[in-house]
């Protein structure tokens, strides 16, 4: 009342007290009342193409009871919003002005591929409809789903067809095929099997954890009929996985990835003339959302089926397509909705290396596949960050691997670090060592937990990777943290200083296998076991002899 007192008066308080309790009543009715308003616009939507409306909380109620955890997005929320739900125009409004100029329907029909494992009902039945409702039925041949062996719901794939079967068994034009692994494949093998079933001009790849936007198909379909060894990716919206809001992505953005074989979106530069709203070139591209000539991807191999379960498999057929002949572009005129999960919702077999998890054992067993196929000498550069990979076995020979490169006369990597990712090829040229940091049989290591600096085995799983900065001499970890000498000559890691002054105690030169400091000229020492200090430089002192993985050139 003080505070009431003093900032307005009692009748306005109240008044704004009011107010609020009005806004949070209608808010909680509008929240209340959504699932509602949904499902009028999906009755709408469905009335408007000529589609039967069946209610669909009859399919989704046999959902396995699950936590939140278990899907790694919002069951809840997402059982509650209803078949299919009003999406926000997030493309350029000049994607919406014109026209795209489109080859006959028999000349660019789609197969959609979609798929899954263990996914909910609600967002997997999302995903179709919205699909369905929103893309051009004349362009749309086919609609292959492929159940990946889910184990806690295994009439999902039945109740499914029937579903589909009462609400789009009028769409004569459209072929359905629902296949079912009766164990566990993984994406990767379960893609390949169903655009090897495909029977359409195109063939679309698609995440079940999607929601496609208006107009999607058209910006898509007019690149690949002007190229026919094309790969073109919709700009992807995120849609969060605890609210479940649909947000508008990025067109500054396009795919790469780092040395250890890991996918990033990468920063861009508009060139002169350049509108946001036009197609570019990407490196690469996020597995999820793909679309090319069903032909052009069964002549490159498809997927590899090398490649275990999931993972690298966007990567391997990114470096594929660039260095045999074809190109890749993100069309951010073409929109699609898709969760982007914190981590893995489902597990992974278990392999041979009990010191790793199966989910690192397979995206090491992938990335090495990568390395042997694609790398040429660059692969050192993989092995020196990830020296773990090398106990990796691989069920075929790297001849095997090479075969198809020979065949198709694909250019070396270098071609691609030089035309296609200068980033990449960047950050190799500045370093000067890279990968770990081995002293004896012991390798340097930033603990995670608190930074603090110990010898640890060199196999750990989290091993921390180095890397000796060739213009500035700081040495980094690669979460841009720099060894830094400090007051008293105590170790430390510091954040990586940007100016001369900042950058002045995380200046190392190398002498031999030794590591100086330039400013203070004592050398990294490992005297004790597990302990790292600052000492006179000493020629031959094995204590005082650090190895990266991987040196880019020589020592003085």
């Known amino acids: 009342m003080y505070a009431c007192g003093k900032y307005c008066s009692p009748r306005r308080c109240g008044f704004y007290i009011?107010?609020?309790l009005i806004c949070q009543l209608v808010f909680i009715v509008i929240f209340m009342r959504s699932d509602r308003y949904d499902d009028i616009y999906a009755s709408e939507l469905l009335a408007y193409k000529n589609v039967s409306y069946l209610d669909w909380r009859a399919f989704i109620s046999q959902t396995p009871e699950t936590t939140e955890d278990y899907y790694q997005y919002n069951i809840e929320l997402s059982n509650a919003l209803g078949l299919i739900r009003k999406?926000?125009?997030?493309?350029?409004?000049?994607?919406?002005?014109?026209?795209?100029?489109?080859?006959?329907?028999?000349?660019?029909?789609?197969?959609?591929?979609?798929?899954?494992?263990?996914?909910?009902?609600?967002?997997?039945?999302?995903?179709?409809?919205?699909?369905?409702?929103?893309?051009?039925?004349?362009?749309?041949?086919?609609?292959?789903?492929?159940?990946?062996?889910?184990?806690?719901?295994v009439t999902l794939l039945d109740d499914l067809k029937r579903w589909m079967g009462g609400v789009f068994g009028s769409r004569q034009r459209l072929g359905l095929i629902?296949?079912?692994?009766?164990?566990?494949?993984?994406?990767?093998?379960?893609?390949?099997?169903?655009?090897?079933?495909?029977?359409?001009r195109y063939v679309l790849f698609l995440d079940s954890h999607c929601e496609v936007n208006d107009g999607w198909l058209e910006p898509l379909l007019e690149r690949l009929a002007g190229n026919a060894n094309l790969a073109v990716s919709p700009l992807l919206d995120p849609i969060d996985p605890t609210t479940l809001s649909y947000r508008k992505g990025n067109e500054m953005l396009k795919g790469g990835f780092d040395w250890s074989l890991h996918f990033h979106w990468l920063k861009r530069?508009?060139?002169?003339?350049?509108?946001?709203?036009?197609?570019?070139?990407?490196?690469?591209?996020?597995?999820?959302?793909?679309?090319?000539?069903?032909?052009?991807?069964?002549?490159?191999?498809?997927?590899?089926?090398?490649?275990?379960?999931?993972?690298?498999?966007?990567i391997e057929l990114a470096i594929k397509l660039w260095l045999c002949g074809g190109q890749i572009e993100i069309v951010p005129c073409s929109r699609i909705g898709h969760i982007f999960r914190r981590r893995h919702a489902f597990d992974f077999p278990s392999q041979f290396d009990q010191q790793l998890s199966p989910a690192q054992e397979i995206y090491l067993h992938n990335s090495k596949i990568i390395a042997e196929s694609w790398l040429d000498e660059y692969k050192n550069m993989f092995y020196a960050l990830r020296p773990a990979a090398r106990r990796i076995p691989l069920e075929h020979t790297y001849d095997e691997l090479q075969r198809m490169r020979t065949e198709r006369q694909c250019h070396p990597f270098d071609w691609y670090l030089r035309h296609v990712s200068p980033e990449l090829r960047m950050h190799f040229d500045e370093l000067s060592a890279t990968g770990t940091l081995r002293n004896e049989d012991r390798c340097v290591h930033a603990r995670h937990k608190d930074s603090q600096l110990i010898l640890a085995s060199c196999y750990l799983s989290d091993i921390t990777q180095w890397s000796l900065l060739r213009q500035s001499g700081?040495?980094?970890?690669?979460?841009?943290?720099?060894?830094?000498?400090?007051?008293?000559?105590?170790?430390?890691?510091?954040?990586?200083?940007?100016?001369?002054?900042?950058?002045?105690?995380?200046?190392?030169?190398?002498?031999?296998?030794?590591?100086?400091?330039?400013?203070?000229?004592?050398?990294?020492?490992?005297?004790?076991?597990?302990?790292?200090?600052?000492?006179?430089?000493?020629?031959?002192?094995?204590?005082?002899?650090?190895?990266?993985?991987?040196?880019?050139?020589?020592?003085?």
């Open 87 to 153: 999406l926000p125009v997030t493309r350029h409004s000049s994607c919406t002005t014109r026209n795209p100029i489109l080859p006959p329907p028999l000349e660019a029909n789609v197969s959609v591929v979609i798929s899954f494992h263990n996914e909910a009902r609600s967002m997997l039945l999302r995903t179709i409809v919205s699909l369905l409702l929103r893309t051009p039925e004349d362009h749309l041949h086919e609609l292959i789903l492929v159940d990946d062996g889910s184990q806690r719901d």
């Open 474 to 556: 700081q040495l980094s970890t690669h979460r841009e943290f720099c060894l830094t000498v400090g007051f008293g000559m105590r170790i430390a890691l510091e954040p990586c200083g940007r100016n001369e002054t900042a950058r002045r105690s995380q200046r190392w030169m190398r002498l031999g296998t030794r590591l100086m400091h330039a400013e203070t000229h004592l050398c990294l020492d490992n005297p004790l076991k597990e302990r790292l200090e600052m000492s006179t430089c000493r020629s031959h002192a094995v204590s005082q002899s650090f190895q990266f993985a991987l040196e880019m050139e020589g020592r003085t």
């Open 269 to 314: 530069q508009l060139a002169s003339g350049e509108r946001l709203e036009m197609p570019y070139q990407s490196p690469a591209f996020a597995g999820g959302v793909l679309m090319m000539s069903r032909d052009w991807f069964l002549r490159l191999g498809s997927f590899n089926p090398y490649l275990k379960i999931w993972g690298g498999e966007s």
């Open 18 to 20: 009011i107010a609020f």
């Open 178 to 200: 629902f296949l079912r692994n009766e164990e566990r494949m993984g994406m990767i093998w379960s893609r390949n099997r169903g655009a090897s079933l495909a029977s359409g």
